[in-house]
C-alpha cells in the first residue's frame, strides 16, 4: 500500500511516474516549486521571486523558468540571423546610448488593477525588436543639436524640459539627419515605451520594481527639482527614469479609447488630434502618476518643467 501511495496522485489517485511534474488528468503539482535563481520556494501564482526578485514565469508564454534561467529560452532566446544585433548601440553624435529591447508579445493596460478607464481594457500586443535610449535625452544631448536649452532647472545632466511634442519631434529628425550610420531616431509609440518599461511585460508597478523611492524621482523625494538622470535603479534591461523624474512624450495621438483601437501588431494612433500621449510621471507628481500602465496626455503644444522625453532607433 505504501508502495501504490507514492505512485498515485494525491488530490486524484492517478498513477503517477517518478519523473512527472504534475498529474496529466487534475494538473495538481508534484514536486516542490522553487525560484530558478535562488532556489527558495514559491508558489504556483507567484509571477516573481519575492526574496530575489527573478522572474518565476515567462511574461511572453507563460511557461515556468527551470533553474538557472534568467529568461525563456522559447520567447527570448535570439534567432539565429538576429545574434549580431548588439545588446546596446551608442550614437556618435549626441551620445546617446541606446539598449535592445527584444520583441514580443504582452499584456498591455492596468494588468494590476490600480488605474483608470483609459488604461483598459487590457489586450494583447506584439511588438518588433527596437532599441530604445538608456536614458531621457539630457541638456547637455539636446544643446549639441538646438540652438536655445528651453529648460527651467538647467544642468547638463538634468532632462531636457520644456520641450513640446514638436521640438522632441525635430530633434529626433535633426539626430537622424546628423547619423552618418543612416539611422533613424523617433519618439516611441506607447505600446514600445509600455513594454520597455515592465521589462517585455512583467507585472511591475513602477519601471524596476514596486519600491516607488528605489526608482523614481517623484514629488515626496524630489525635494522640488529634477535630477540628474541615471541616478535610480534601473529596470533589468538597464532603463533608468522611465518612472518619475519627466514626463516623456509618445509618438500617439491621444485616445481615451486607444486600447479599444489598438492593432495587434506594433500598434500606434496617429490621427490629426491635438493631445499626444505622455509616459511615466514626474518630479512633481505622486506615485500614482508614475506606474507603467499610466497614461496622460498634453496638447502637442504644451510644455512644462516636468515634461522631456527619450527616443527609439529601429533595430535593423
Known amino acids: 500500500m505504501d508502495t501504490k501511495s507514492k505512485a498515485a496522485c494525491p488530490q486524484c489517485s492517478e498513477p503517477i511516474k517518478p519523473s512527472w511534474r504534475i498529474c496529466p488528468v487534475c494538473e495538481t503539482r508534484l514536486d516542490a516549486l522553487i525560484c530558478p535563481q535562488c ?31 534568467s529568461g525563456c529560452p522559447r520567447c527570448q ?30 499584456a498591455m493596460g492596468d494588468t494590476l488593477a490600480q488605474g483608470v478607464e483609459n488604461e483598459q481594457p487590457v489586450h494583447q500586443v506584439d511588438l ?3 532599441y530604445i535610449s538608456r536614458c531621457p535625452v539630457t541638456q547637455m544631448q539636446w544643446s549639441v543639436l538646438m540652438a536655445e536649452n528651453p529648460s527651467g532647472f538647467q544642468h547638463p545632466e538634468h532632462p531636457v524640459e520644456q520641450v513640446t511634442w514638436s521640438d522632441a519631434g525635430e530633434f529626433a529628425e535633426k539626430l537622424s539627419q546628423a547619423s552618418k550610420a543612416d539611422l533613424r531616431f523617433m519618439l516611441p509609440t506607447e505600446a514600445q515605451w509600455e513594454y520597455a518599461a515592465r521589462c517585455g511585460g512583467v507585472d511591475d508597478l513602477y519601471a524596476g520594481g514596486d519600491d516607488i523611492d528605489a526608482v523614481a524621482w517623484y514629488e515626496a523625494n524630489s525635494q522640488g527639482t529634477p535630477h540628474p538622470v541615471g541616478q535610480k535603479k534601473p529596470t533589468a534591461s538597464g532603463l533608468y527614469d522611465m518612472s518619475g ?27 490629426n488630434g491635438s493631445d499626444r500621449v505622455i509616459r511615466g510621471g514626474s518630479w512633481n507628481l505622486d506615485a ?5 500602465a499610466r497614461r496622460f496626455n498634453f496638447r502637442s503644444d ?3 518643467p516636468g515634461l522631456g522625453f527619450r527616443l527609439v532607433m529601429a533595430a535593423d
Not at 535570439?78 to 527584444?102: H, I, M, N, S, T
Not at 485616445?255 to 479599444?260: C, E, F, K, Q
Open 288 to 292: 500614482w502618476s508614475a506606474r507603467c
Open 128 to 130: 518588433d525588436d527596437f
Open 39 to 69: 532556489g527558495g520556494d514559491v508558489r504556483e501564482n507567484w509571477r516573481r521571486c519575492p526574496a530575489c526578485e527573478a522572474l518565476l514565469v515567462c511574461s511572453q508564454c507563460g511557461i515556468r523558468l527551470m533553474r538557472g534561467q
Open 77 to 106: 532566446s535570439p534567432q539565429p540571423q538576429d545574434r549580431e544585433k548588439k545588446a546596446v548601440k551608442k550614437e556618435a553624435v549626441c551620445g546617446l546610448e541606446f539598449v535592445l529591447v527584444r520583441g514580443g508579445r504582452f
Open 302 to 304: 504644451f510644455y512644462g
Open 245 to 271: 523624474n519627466v514626463w516623456e512624450w509618445c509618438r500617439d495621438t491621444y485616445r481615451s479609447d486607444a486600447y479599444d483601437r489598438h492593432g495587434r501588431r506594433n500598434p500606434v494612433l496617429e490621427s
